[in-house]
Each structure stands twice: as structure tokens, then as C-alpha cells.
């Protein structure tokens, strides 16, 4: 029975829980690290090569640059070489580094990872926060801060936030014109006592 294997499954597992194939299996320019040293074989690896595709997806660049066109290259840059950020290699496309910049870049930096228990642990948790990105919530790839929660709720509500902004300045804008008002009112208090005594 032929059996068709995506993304370098390393190996077939029968009914019994007993090895079927043994043969290293593998798709080399999405291979992850794991799969080139012969080390284990988990979700993080599914979770590495889908990261090796949305970034070529979103910047039509692989993750690695190759100073020479060769399999050990390539080979050496999985196992060695930073992946740039995503947003990096767009920079030219201006529109496209900004979108990219940030939350995108966090979800592939951390789907690319070269530690495999540093990456996300499942295929869902990967879709899932890139989901929250495009819902305009936090990522969990990030690490929890107030400011950040605070600026992705403003940006998910805009138009809340920007009435209640709208609302806010004008009553400070109220507040500061009374408190005009009132000082003006006690100077011309004060000149009318000292023209009533002058009288």
C-alpha cells in the first residue's frame, strides 16, 4: 500500500505501536533541525516545517540564505544559522514589513525555533495564534504585558476607543475653559473692587 508523507514524518508507526518504516524520510528545505541530527520525531517538527512554508508564503523567500547552493549548506543553516525576521525580508515592500512586523514575526520566530520544546506544541496551538492575530487579539507566543493587551484591545475597538478618547478631550477641554473662565472671573473681580475703593 503506498502511504503518502508530508513534511518529513520520519516514520511510519503500524496498528501495533511497532515501527513499520525506519527510513529517514524527509522534504530537506523544510526539514527541521530534530530531522537532520536524527533526533526524535514530534509535533514540533510538524510545527517547524508549516513555519518554513508561511514564511516563504508571506515573504516568497526561505527562511535561509545559502552561500552556496548545496545540500550540506542547507543543511548547515538548519542547524546553525538565526532565521531573519520575516519583516526583514520584505523590507523593500514597506506595506508588507508593517504587517509583518511584530505579531507575525513573534508566531514564526517562535515556530522556527530551533529547540523543539521552545516551538509551539501542537499544529492547533500554532493556528490558533495565528487566529488571534488576524482577530486582532494577543498572541500567547508573546510574553504577557499590560501595554500589550491595552494597545491590541484599543486597535480590536477602535471605534469604542475612539469615542471614548473623542468624549475625554472634550471634557478636558471643557474643564480647562472653566477654569479660565473662573480665573478671568476673579480678575475682574479684583479690578472692580480696586475701581469701587478708588471710588
Do not use: C
Amino acid at each position: 500500500h503506498a502511504k503518502l508523507l508530508d513534511f518529513g514524518i520520519a516514520r511510519l508507526v503500524a496498528d501495533s505501536g511497532t515501527p513499520a518504516m525506519t527510513q529517514a524520510l524527509l522534504t530537506p528545505a523544510s526539514a527541521a533541525p530534530e530531522q537532520i541530527e536524527g533526533g526524535p520525531i514530534t509535533m514540533a517538527t510538524d510545527v517547524y516545517s508549516l513555519g518554513v512554508v508561511l514564511y516563504e508564503l508571506l515573504t516568497g523567500q526561505r527562511p535561509y540564505r545559502l552561500g552556496r547552493q548545496s545540500m550540506a549548506a542547507l543543511e548547515e543553516a538548519i542547524l546553525a544559522a538565526d532565521v531573519p525576521l520575516a519583516s526583514t525580508r520584505v523590507a523593500a515592500d514597506k506595506a508588507l514589513a508593517r504587517a509583518l512586523r511584530g505579531d507575525i514575526d513573534t508566531v514564526l520566530v517562535k515556530a522556527l525555533h530551533k529547540d523543539p520544546t521552545r516551538r509551539y506544541a501542537s499544529v492547533e496551538s500554532f493556528a490558533a495564534d495565528l487566529q488571534r492575530h488576524l482577530d486582532g487579539e494577543p498572541i500567547h507566543a508573546r510574553p504577557p504585558s499590560r501595554r500589550y493587551r491595552i494597545y491590541k484591545f484599543m486597535r480590536r475597538n477602535r471605534l469604542g476607543t475612539a469615542s471614548i478618547a473623542a468624549v475625554a478631550a472634550s471634557l478636558v477641554l471643557g474643564f480647562a475653559v472653566a477654569l479660565w473662565q473662573a480665573r478671568q472671573a476673579r480678575v475682574e473681580a479684583v479690578r472692580a473692587e480696586q475701581v469701587k475703593e478708588f471710588m
